[in-house]
């Protein structure tokens, strides 16, 4: 009797072991795969610079259906839908993969026919160090309050009008929030480029200039109690 139950408990405990390699070799092959489909895009270039993406250029008249057509090709995407505001038409989609690593939300935004912003949320991990590398100090920065109550944050943007770009940065902790070269960026913004920051869209609150690394002077979260 002990040593059928003994056998027994090899082969749950087998059984088991092997259920545990099952999940960790799916959830590593997932991993590969979304990281395969990740739009790395900002860094590379490919298929074109920013602003530009998948052949998209803000500031170019452009039909909804011809940008759904391109959105329908890239590999990477879902749920795309086109929505008629009343100043303009936004298309959105989500990144494929999932789960998403970031919030997997996009739009291209659309006003009297021509292509006025794109906002990519970034599926792959990004960080301040490599938009300085690549785009060098940012012409200005603001932040302020983001997250949500249960899951606080402070996000920061880095402005660069000449390009027509503009980084969001999660820097954390809330409380204590401190700028570091591997401090996430979780979304990006394309826009027409300007000849100043201040010809450029909605630079109106609080810019100020790249501050360097450390911990951030004020914090939005206290300074609004």
Not at 1 to 28: E, P, Y
Not at 41 to 47: A, E, G, K, R, W
Not at 174 to 183: D, G, M, S
Not at 196 to 221: C, I, M, T, V
Request: charged share 20%.
């Amino acid at each position: 009797m002990k040593a059928t139950i003994k056998r027994f408990g090899c082969w749950f405990l087998l059984v088991v072991a092997g259920v545990i390699l099952i999940a960790l070799a799916l959830t590593w092959l997932n991993w590969l795969r979304a990281d395969r489909l990740a739009d790395r895009s900002i860094l590379t270039d490919s298929p074109c610079a920013a602003p530009c993406w998948q052949g998209i250029v803000p500031g170019t008249p452009m039909e909804v259906d011809e940008i759904v057509q391109i959105l329908e090709e890239v590999p990477n995407t879902s749920y795309i839908r086109a929505d008629h505001l009343s100043e303009g038409i936004a298309i959105s989609w989500f990144w494929k993969q999932r789960p998403w690593r970031k919030t997997g939300y996009n739009s291209i935004f659309l006003r009297d026919g021509v292509v006025y912003s794109m906002r990519l949320s970034v599926d792959f991990e990004l960080t301040v160090e490599d938009i300085l590398a690549k785009y060098g100090f940012p012409e200005a920065i603001n932040y302020g309050q983001g997250g949500v109550p249960e899951h606080p944050s402070v996000w920061m943007n880095l402005f660069y009008p000449n390009q027509g770009l503009q980084f969001v940065a999660r820097v954390l902790p809330w409380n204590r929030p401190v700028l570091e070269p591997t401090t996430e960026i979780f979304e990006a913004v394309y826009i027409m480029p300007a000849e100043s920051l201040e010809s450029w869209r909605a630079f109106d609150k609080d810019l100020q200039p790249w501050p360097g690394y450390g911990e951030l002077e004020h914090n939005p979260w206290l300074d609004s109690q």
